[in-house]
């Protein structure tokens, strides 16, 4: 058990730019969940899979983000045609269904 | 919809004293809820959890919480504070112990002094 793993760790992009994080959760666990943070807030809900089926999208869930999890294991987050106001940390958790979430130490969008 | 409050933004308490964060949660059936800690830049480590039975739970690092239904609360304490203790603190309340959705506090930002 490796935890969860996301990468890259930090990403600056300019605005209008794409931008892709992925995401590695615990081998067995087969919920897997994206949440933002923004600074001094807490995390917010963005979507959840169970196995590759994506169950629940959040309503700031723009048109601009589309998360997969194409085989059931590693996950995808993309942003398309960034904004200053996409700048956040991007928690990526994972749980085996029963318990508490397992998180990952997150990548952190900074949009100039 | 579930909501948590978290009243106290900033705490400060000096090493060695007692804590208790506070959390109000609002939710129509029974809640599942946490606590999580997290360090600047880094993801939340989860503390302990209460799903059912016992009211007083026990978790990492010498945490304990207690759920109280009729005040809707579920502080968080520790009988004596460590310097490394100094993190964020987030209360979360689930719709279900399967894992669904959660909703988080705005935080607590603990500090400790000397």
């Known amino acids: 058990d490796t935890g969860v793993s996301q990468d890259p760790r930090h990403k600056i992009t300019k605005r209008g730019q794409n931008v892709t994080f992925r995401c590695d959760p615990i081998?067995?666990?087969?919920?897997l969940y994206w949440y933002r943070q923004t600074l001094g807030q807490g995390p917010e809900f963005l979507t959840y899979f169970q196995n590759e089926a994506q169950l629940e999208k959040s309503r700031l869930l723009s048109d601009r983000f589309s998360a997969e999890r194409p085989k059931g294991s590693f996950s995808t987050l993309e942003i398309q045609r960034t904004e200053q106001g996409d700048s956040a940390m991007y928690l990526c958790?994972?749980?085996?269904?029963?318990?508490?979430?397992?998180f990952g130490s997150g990548t952190r969008l900074t949009v100039v | 919809a579930q909501s948590v409050t978290q009243p106290d933004i900033h705490i400060t308490v000096s090493e060695g004293a007692s804590l208790e964060l506070r959390c109000n949660y609002s939710y129509g059936a029974t809640p599942y809820l946490f606590w999580y800690v997290q360090s600047p830049g880094q993801g939340l480590q989860l503390l302990l959890k209460?799903?059912?039975?016992?009211?007083l739970v026990q978790g990492i690092k010498g945490f304990e919480a207690e759920f109280k239904r009729s005040q809707s609360s579920f502080n968080l304490r520790k009988p004596s504070v460590h310097w490394s203790d100094a993190a964020e603190y987030f209360c979360?309340?689930?719709?279900?112990?399967?894992?669904?959705?959660?909703?988080f506090g705005g935080g607590t930002r603990l500090m400790v002094k000397p």
């Open positions: 979360a309340v689930g719709a279900s112990n399967a894992g669904n959705m959660l909703t």
């Open positions: 958790a994972s749980s085996p269904g029963t318990g508490g979430y397992t």
């Open positions: 209460y799903f059912s039975g016992d009211t």
């Open positions: 081998s067995e666990h087969n919920r």
